[in-house]
């Protein structure tokens, strides 16, 4: 017999944090969030101007695309290439264990949050469509599987949101699964769908409901979960340090 699909999309309110702490909330929105029969999306912002990469990511190479200047950086617990983070929009979305969407391979999950991304542009006018082939050299294996694709935006991979008449890469993703369900981390590049062309408190909403539709799930409102703050500042303090960074 089939398990339940989820019911309910819990959308948590926006916040605005560094680096560090937006990846521990987002790892602990899968670890310590469990309702069970209900999914989890969010979406937040930085607090100063911020790069992340991926778990798989060899950090003398990350070093060496940073721009000059100073960011917030840190490792994601999710793979992927480096991420720029100053004019992008960032989301994460959880997936519960035994849900279908959590159960199919990397590549239906990732084919399905950027279904939903593409299709909440396209009702603003951006024609954004799902890269529809693999790049020739370099790729990871599955999208958003951990492998080493180097930076995000410069190429776009299999199933990425791209702008249908310039070809630029808009949005791509990166997933971890383990026995607490599916957590995607996604960015959309703002300045690629026309940054001034898109509401975004509207895109915001619209996604989310596409989100729900693809869970077979109704979206509502929720609040910021009670998490513990020992644990929370425990896995900010983690994800800060040298040894995370540097344990490629």
Known sequence: MDRP???????????????AENMALDLLMLQRYPHEGEARFRHYEWRSPAFTFGLSQKMGFIRAQLPEGHFDLCRRPTGGGLVDH????????????????EETRATASYLAVHECLASALRDQGVPAVLKPIRAETGESGEPGAGGPVGVCFQRAELHDVVHGDTGAKIAGAAQKRNKRGL??????????????????????????????????????????????????????????????????
């Not at 959880?94 to 969407?101: A, D």
């Open 5 to 19: 699909a989820a019911v309910n999309l819990h959308v948590l309110p926006t916040r605005t944090g560094g680096a």
């Open 183 to 248: 957590l995607i981390q996604g960015s959309l590049w703002r300045p690629a769908a026309g940054a001034d062309a898109v509401d975004w408190d509207r895109f915001g909403g619209d996604f989310a409901s596409r989100i729900a539709a693809a869970l077979d799930a109704e979206a509502m409102a929720a609040p910021w979960p009670e998490l513990d703050e020992d644990e929370v500042g425990a896995l900010v303090e983690h994800y800060s340090s040298t040894e995370w960074l540097d344990s490629r």
């Open 86 to 101: 100053r004019d992008d929009w960032t989301y994460a979305w959880v997936v519960p264990r035994g849900h279908p969407l």
